[in-house]
């Protein structure tokens, strides 16, 4: 399996929404990549450009690009 960093920015709905519902994104979200074989290392808030950083691991490229594109198309 190979490793991949995601640099991660939230939208302003997206921090309206963890400010009305305060929860463990991580969670969230490898619990969403899991079925598709793709799964979560760490994750690490950030600050600067970007608000936080995940380390995925994944079976190759086209499985990660496929589970980024599901997870953006979520809005989550």
Same mark, same amino acid.
């Given at each position: %399996? +190979? @490793?991949? *960093? ?18 463990? @994104?991580?969670?969230? =979200?490898?619990? %969403? /990549?899991?079925?598709?074989? =793709?799964? /979560?290392?760490?994750?690490?808030? +950030? *600050?600067?450009?970007?608000? %936080? &950083?995940? &380390? &995925?691991?994944?079976? #190759? #490229?086209? +499985?990660?690009?496929?589970? !980024?594109?599901? &997870? !953006?198309? +979520?809005?989550?």
């Amino acid at each position: %399996m +190979t @490793r991949y *960093l995601w640099q991660i920015s939230y939208s302003q709905d997206a921090w309206g929404a963890q400010i009305s519902n305060p929860q463990n @994104r991580l969670e969230v =979200v490898g619990a %969403m /990549l899991e079925p598709s074989g =793709v799964k /979560l290392i760490e994750g690490y808030a +950030t *600050l600067g450009e970007y608000d %936080m &950083i995940a &380390i &995925i691991e994944a079976p #190759d #490229d086209k +499985t990660i690009a496929a589970a !980024s594109i599901a &997870i !953006s198309s +979520t809005g989550k």
